[in-house]
């Protein structure tokens, strides 16, 4: 009986303690405390560590039913009004283990689609955490028909609400409000990341930018233009994936050893200019091992300027290593769906149009439009400069969707708008190579930077590209590479070897004497 007694008294003793945990207590009472204009509370829930989430209202074109939240978190979700005609969907996540810093993230492709995965990698590192749904839902261009508050919504509009919204909230929730605050987004989050230094420039400390949309008019109208060169499956012009494997091989026989080590992986693609026509059949050629003329023209073109038709650059080429990861998305045989869906919805406001019809004047009346500047490619950073922010951008080497060659434009832009040269542009803006990661992540070699939860690969600066962020702001510590892991089978598997990416415009090359796997048989020059 005494042992009952003891048992029962603990049990409501525990549950008592439970009942008064300060933090979860915070959580269920804070949609009461939120009294901001245009803002709407949809509902605040109190979400243990270790919950694999549910994500109930997520768009089904949304990749991701679920979400592993890692650390005790107060999640709350909000519908802001933009303007008269426009909302954004936004969510605030406020981790127990709080580091008294801010962090937004952005969005991928045209989508509506909250990004929760980067949410909770931001919450598990302890930022509080914002992300929104870009003013609209699902992954289509649809809801930008005949809407241009939607259109403005993604081109700028979102992001920076969110933010804003986002550090009330993160006031109103933490007592100590936050100290620093930071962006992190890669393709369309890049973009958004570039455009918040344009046109936001007092708004944050450090923005982490990786593979940016930006010259995104152009960039849409360059993904447009592989159909006609490729043309629909089957035509003469036409490569499988198979072929491109080939073409795949033959790049790497030509160029993989330029840096000095035969890894399977290109550490600088300026120094690769490729010619397939070593591979062009003739009567000795065995089937399946050889291309023929119409082919290896296709290949040239894909590998070529996107210009005008008076010939001036409108996007640069798609930098060669990319292929096996590209033919699938890109030389599919179909119009690529994103900018088949702008030109409908946005540039002709016609949901007939006809995209296999598409045409270089197509791109040059779009580039025209430009709604909102969505290009984002203005050069001039002075402000930025002047408000004492960081800008860390990092790009793929084997990128299949946004070439690196813009990056490196973009770079080039920036010196000679400011006048500055790297020495000076490093103050402040640092662009990093990662040879070997595909658009975002994945591919060939040492990709895991610590971009979002799919690259991590420690939570020291050293080996997290995020962190390496914090301590560039917060210390005054400026990455000079960006270390990579290159994983077996996926993140979370054994370390093959890792890799230090270099600062642009640096370059690797192997020096030995060690194998290529040993980080230190690598030079940055």
């Not at 009294?35 to 560590?49: E, T």
């Not at 549910?54 to 768009?59: A, E, I, N």
């Not at 929760?116 to 028909?145: C, K, M, Q, R």
């Not at 813009?406 to 832009?413: D, F």
Request: with cysteine.
């Amino acid at each position: 009986m005494v042992h009952s007694r003891l048992l029962l008294s603990a049990l409501g003793l525990g549950q008592t303690i439970l009942a008064q945990d300060p933090f979860q207590t915070r959580c269920e009472r804070f949609a009461d405390e939120i009294d901001l204009p245009h803002v709407r509370v949809n509902f605040v829930d109190y979400v243990p560590g270790g919950t694999n989430l549910t994500l109930v209202d997520k768009p089904i074109s949304c990749n991701g039913d679920y979400q592993l939240v890692s650390s005790d978190t107060c999640r709350v979700a909000l519908a802001v009004a933009t303007s008269n005609a426009s909302e954004i969907t936004l969510e605030a996540w406020f981790p127990r283990d709080y580091n008294g810093r801010f962090l937004s993230t952005g969005n991928g492709g045209l989508s509506g689609c909250i990004q929760y995965y980067d949410i909770a990698y931001g919450t598990g590192l302890g930022f509080a955490t914002v992300g929104a749904n870009n003013g609209h839902n699902g992954t289509s261009g649809e809801p930008f028909y005949n809407a241009p508050d939607v259109i403005e919504d993604f081109a700028h509009r979102s992001v920076h609400t969110g933010i804003v919204v986002g550090k009330k909230l993160t006031k109103l929730f933490y007592e100590e409000g936050y100290n620093k605050s930071y962006y992190m987004g890669c393709s369309t989050g890049g973009r958004q990341g570039f455009k918040l230094a344009q046109q936001y420039p007092n708004e944050l400390d450090g923005i982490l930018a990786g593979a940016p949309a930006f010259n995104f008019v152009n960039l849409l109208s360059w993904s447009g233009h592989f159909y006609p060169i490729t043309g629909p499956v089957g035509s003469d012009t036409f490569l499988t994936t198979d072929e491109w494997a080939l073409v795949h091989e033959e790049i790497l026989r030509q160029c993989d050893s330029l840096d000095g080590a035969e890894d399977g992986v290109i550490e600088d693609t300026d120094l690769c200019h490729p010619d397939v026509s070593t591979i062009l059949c003739n009567s000795e050629s065995a089937v399946g091992t050889c291309l023929t003329e119409a082919q290896v023209n296709t290949v040239h073109q894909v590998f070529s300027p996107f210009l005008s038709s008076n010939g001036t650059l409108l996007y640069p080429r798609m930098q060669p290593g990319s292929e096996i990861l590209a033919a699938p998305a890109m030389y599919n045989g179909v119009p690529f769906k994103y900018s088949a869906d702008w030109y409908k919805y946005v540039v002709y406001s016609d949901p007939n149009w006809n995209a296999t019809q598409w045409t270089v004047k197509d791109a040059e009346r779009a580039l025209r439009q430009n709604p909102y500047n969505i290009q984002t490619w203005d050069a001039d950073l002075t402000p930025i400069r002047r408000a004492g922010a960081k800008i860390l951008s990092y790009h793929g080497l084997q990128d299949q969707l946004i070439s690196s060659d813009n990056s490196k434009l973009y770079y080039h832009r920036v010196q000679k708008a400011m006048g500055l040269n790297s020495t000076e542009l490093d103050d402040f803006y640092r662009f990093f190579q990662i040879s070997g990661m595909a658009h975002c992540a994945d591919g060939d070699g040492a990709y895991a930077i610590g971009s979002r939860a799919e690259t991590e690969a420690g939570t020291d600066p050293e080996d997290n590209v995020l962190l390496a962020m914090v301590r560039w702001v917060e210390e005054g510590i400026a990455p000079e590479t960006v270390r990579g892991a290159k994983y077996t089978d996926g993140v979370g598997s054994e370390v093959e070897y890792r890799r230090k990416h270099c600062r642009y415009p640096r370059r690797n090359v192997y020096k030995g004497p060690g194998a290529y796997t040993d980080e230190n048989a690598w030079e940055c020059v």
